[in-house]
């Protein structure tokens, strides 16, 4: 089966071509946090790194296992987590990932992967200092 066979959205056709924030986070200063969560019965992992200073994230990378939506959805995350502007936990929810890249409901589960990664790396950043 092909991309072309099955209904994404342009967004997620987009973000999973270019996967933007994919891959391991380079060795530098500071210090890092990482969250982490999986559902292999879903057929999805996703584990966030980032560079914290005093909780804040600095940059975002993701390293993720699953279908197209997954890793569209776990790259929409790493960008909107390392958003100086703010506001990256409410843009990792699995409702609102379903609406920005509109998702079908029966992917919600590998959406709630990602939040559940989201989640766990917002907690280890906010302890770095």
């Known amino acids: 089966m ?7 959205s342009v967004r997620v056709l ?3 071509r ?6 391991a986070l380079p060795s530098g200063a500071g210090r890092v946090a990482t969250g982490e969560a999986m559902a292999l019965d879903r057929g999805a992992w996703v584990r966030f790194e980032a560079r914290v ?4 994230i600095l940059e975002c990378r993701f390293q993720a296992w699953g ?8 790259a929409f995350a ?16 699995s409702q609102r990932l379903a609406r920005e890249l509109d998702v079908p409901a029966g992917k919600t589960g590998r959406l ?3 939040e559940d990664a989201a989640r766990a790396l917002l907690e280890g950043a906010a302890q770095v200092q």
């Open 2 to 8: 092909t991309l072309a066979n099955t209904r994404y």
């Open 14 to 16: 987009e973000l999973f």
């Open 18 to 23: 270019a996967l933007p924030g994919a891959g």
């Open 53 to 56: 200073e005093y909780g804040r």
């Open 67 to 74: 279908c197209p939506h997954t890793l569209a959805a776990a």
């Open 78 to 93: 790493a960008g909107a987590l390392a958003d100086p502007a703010g506001g990256g936990a409410a843009r990792c929810e």
């Open 112 to 114: 709630l992967v990602v």
